[in-house]
C-alpha cells in the first residue's frame, strides 16, 4: 500500500526505535517500581527520554511528563490547570482533543470560553487581543492545523499571552519534528506532543512538557512507586502526574525517535516540501480539484467537483491501494471556517517513507478518478 496518512500515525520508523522497543520487550521490567539492576535501567532510558524531549524543545529547565498520546496531555494541561469562574480563549483551527475538554468544563459552567475564528487564515496578534478579558488565564493553540497545515505564530502569540498573564498551551501534534521550536523564546507554558507523528516514534506514548513555574493537578492518582505510605498523591512532578505503568517500550523508542529526528531533520523536511510541491502543482493544473493546504507541513487536504471526499478516499484505497484519509478530521470547527463542514476533504499527508513514484502514482490515480 502507498500510505499518504502520515498526520495520522507516521508510518516511518528507524531502526534505532525498532531496536528499543525489541530490547524493552524482550526483557520487560517496571521503571521505577523495584531497586533491582533491571527496574533501575528502565528508569535511566526513561530519564534518557526526557532529556531528548528538553532538547528537541530547547529547553533544558522544563518538566516532562509522559503520557499515552498527545490527547490525554492536553487534557492534562487544561484540567490539571482549570480555574473554575475563569476564561479561556482557543480557536477554531483546534483538534477535538483541545475543543472537546474546553467545551466540555464550559457545558458545566466551570469556565467561560471564546473561540477564535481568524480574520487571516491564522490566529493573529491582534484577535487574540480582542478575545482576552480581565477573566482569561489560558490560551489553548495549535502550533499548525492538521486539516491544512496552517502554521500559527507561536512566538507573536506567546509574546501577547505573556503580556496579558496567560497561560499558554501549545498543541504540537503536526508542528514537532517538522518545525524546530524553542518553548521559552515561544513563550510556551505548556506544549503537549505525541510520539508517532514527526517525532517517528510509535503509538502508545506522548508528553506534556512544562515550565517549571506552572503548576498542574493530577487528573489520575494511584501508584507512582514514591511515598507508598501516603494515601495522597505525591505532590513531586512527574511522580504526581504519573500514576499507574508506563509504557517503557513506546517511551524508550520515543526517544531514540526524538534523536533520529533531530539529526535529520533538514532531510526529512526537504523531501516532504518536494513530494508536496509536486502534487500541489498537479492538482492546480485540475480545474475540478479545490486545494486547501498551507505552509510546508506535508498536509494537502482537498476536494473533487462533483464526488464526496469519501468516495474519493475508498476509490483510492480500493482502486489503488493508496491510503489517505477523508471526513472532517477531527477539527469540526476548522472545516466550519474553511466552509467544508458538510463532507469534510480528502487529507493527504506525506512521511519520510513516501518516495516520488508515491507521489505519481497518486496523481495517476486521481487522474482518473476525476
Known amino acids: 500500500m502507498i500510505y499518504f496518512d502520515n498526520s495520522a500515525t507516521n508510518r516511518f520508523i528507524p531502526y534505532q526505535v525498532l531496536r528499543a522497543v525489541r530490547r524493552e520487550l524482550k526483557y520487560p521490567t517496571n521503571s521505577g517500581r523495584g531497586g533491582h539492576n533491571d527496574s533501575i535501567s528502565a528508569s535511566m532510558r526513561l530519564h534518557e527520554t526526557r532529556e531528548e524531549v528538553k532538547r528537541l524543545l530547547n529547553n533544558e529547565k522544563c518538566q516532562v511528563v509522559f503520557t499515552k498520546n498527545c490527547t490525554e496531555a492536553l487534557n492534562l494541561a487544561i484540567l490539571g490547570t482549570l480555574k473554575e469562574g475563569r476564561h479561556v480563549v482557543t480557536s477554531c483551527m483546534e483538534h477535538n482533543s483541545v475543543l472537546r475538554p474546553l467545551f466540555e468544563l464550559s457545558r458545566r459552567g466551570l469556565i467561560s470560553l471564546t473561540v477564535i475564528e481568524p480574520k487571516e487564515k491564522s490566529v493573529t496578534p491582534n484577535d487574540l487581543k480582542k478575545a482576552i478579558n480581565k477573566d482569561t488565564y489560558l490560551l489553548a493553540i495549535t502550533g499548525a492545523s492538521n486539516v491544512n497545515g496552517k502554521k500559527n505564530d507561536l512566538k507573536a ?11 499558554f498551551l501549545c498543541d504540537g501534534a503536526q508542528l514537532l519534528g517538522k518545525e524546530n521550536i524553542d518553548m521559552r523564546a515561544c513563550g510556551i507554558d505548556m506544549i503537549a506532543c505525541p510520539a508517532y507523528k514527526g517525532l517517528h516514534g510509535i503509538q502508545g506514548a506522548g508528553f506534556l512538557a512544562f515550565s517549571k513555574s506552572v503548576q498542574i493537578n493530577p487528573i489520575i492518582y494511584g501508584g507512582t512507586g514514591t511515598e ?26 520515543m526517544g531514540e525517535g526524538i534523536k533520529w529526528t533531530i539529526a535529520n531533520f533538514e532531510k526529512v523536511n526537504k523531501k516532504i516540501k518536494f513530494l508536496q510541491d509536486i502534487i500541489i502543482n498537479y492538482m492546480k493544473g485540475n480545474n475540478k480539484i479545490r486545494i486547501f493546504a498551507e505552509d510546508d507541513m506535508g498536509i494537502i487536504s482537498f476536494s473533487v467537483k462533483g464526488k464526496s471526499p469519501n468516495e474519493i478516499a475508498d476509490i483510492l484505497n480500493e482502486r489503488f491501494d493508496i491510503a489517505v484519509r477523508s471526513g472532517l478530521h477531527c477539527a469540526p470547527l476548522m472545516h466550519k471556517f474553511l466552509g467544508t463542514e458538510n463532507e469534510g476533504l480528502v487529507r493527504v499527508s506525506i512521511g519520510f517513507e513516501n518516495c516520488e513514484d508515491d507521489a505519481l502514482k497518486l496523481i495517476k490515480a486521481l487522474d482518473k478518478i476525476v
Not at 157 to 167: D, M
Not at 230 to 252: A, C, K
Open 157 to 167: 502569540l506567546g509574546k501577547i499571552a505573556s503580556e496579558y498573564g496567560l497561560l
Open 228 to 253: 507508598s505510605n501516603r494515601l495522597l498523591q505525591p505532590v513531586n512532578t512527574p511522580e504526581s502526574l504519573e500514576s499507574g505503568t508506563l509504557n517503557t517500550p513506546s517511551i524508550s523508542a
